[in-house]
């Protein structure tokens, strides 16, 4: 019997396995590091989301906070003016609060007022009726959905601040010119306002108006010289009535108010000897 002279043999390369073998674990140690890497990402994907609305809101309720400056401006203590402009009276008859949201001023205005990613926007305000200098103000802002976080998600940001009060005669800057003691205008000088309702250029909103109010709380005649300038509005005086203080000339349009009283506030003057502030600039 013969026997070939050729037999085959099948044998596995060590190498081929080693190879093999070390992919394994490197595959096996990438997986794991994305596994415990994943959750980090997801984690900080939603955190941004999160972060995003809560700037949204808090824009919201600051123009919660411009609403209630002007609604005060513009209505004061006219109860009828803040109904008739949608306000709503607390039960307690203490304050007055009202809500806006994006979609509902879209439709009223005409203009498209709407948040990223089907997010909803509402802004709300709580103003207190007060007499004081002060009047105290909670602006809300909410924001709910979109895309990164829970359907149910809302944010919520609140503002608490104190706005001078309007009818309040603690402000001095809320007048045209106030004069603690003495005032003298002379050289025909012009007092006006300008509404910036009525456009872009100041002398369209221009006219005789009875917006600026000219004048101080002093009792004493003496300490008023103004008679030749023009004043679109009142003047005031301490005086108690028109007789200790006539207010003679037809130099403004709008009323004599008599009896003003004002508190101003105290200016502390500033140091200006050597080694203080002007060295530090």
């Known amino acids: 019997m013969k026997r070939s002279k050729h037999v085959s043999h099948f044998l596995p390369d060590r190498r081929q396995g080693s190879a093999l073998i070390t992919s394994i674990i490197f595959g096996t140690i990438i997986f794991i590091g994305l596994a415990g890497l994943l959750p980090m990402l997801v984690t900080d994907w939603k955190h941004t989301s999160r972060t995003s609305l809560q700037e949204a809101a808090f824009t919201l309720a600051e123009s919660a906070v411009e609403e209630a400056i002007w609604a005060l401006s513009e209505y004061q203590d006219n109860d009828s003016d803040w109904t008739d402009a949608g306000w709503n009276e607390s039960t307690n008859g203490n304050y007055w609060y009202r809500e806006w949201t994006l979609t509902d001023l879209s439709q009223s205005t005409g203009v498209i007022l709407e948040l990223d990613e089907e997010r909803t926007g509402i802004y709300r305000a709580v103003v207190e009726k007060a007499t004081g ?6 602006a809300q802002g909410l924001v709910s959905g979109g895309h990164n976080v829970a359907k149910d998600t809302t944010i919520k940001r609140y503002i608490e601040t104190e706005i001078d009060n309007p009818t309040s005669n603690s402000n001095p800057f809320a007048y045209g010119l106030i004069a603690r003691r003495y005032m003298a205008l002379n050289g025909r000088p012009t007092f006006d306002s300008y509404n910036s309702d009525l456009g872009e250029d100041p002398e369209e909103g221009m006219g005789p ?19 030749n300038p023009s004043i679109a509005g009142d003047v ?11 207010f003679d000339g037809k130099f403004y349009t709008g009323k004599k108010i008599y009896d003003f009283n004002m508190d101003f506030p105290t200016v502390t003057k500033p140091d200006t000897n050597s080694g203080t502030w002007r060295d530090e600039l």
Not at 133 to 138: E, T, Y
């Open 133 to 138: 200098p002060k009047i105290s103000v909670i």
């Open 209 to 227: 108006r009875t917006n600026v109010t000219v004048g101080g709380p002093s009792v004493d005649l003496s300490n008023f010289k103004i008679t």
């Open 236 to 246: 005031v005086a301490g005086s108690p009535d028109e007789s200790a203080h006539p």
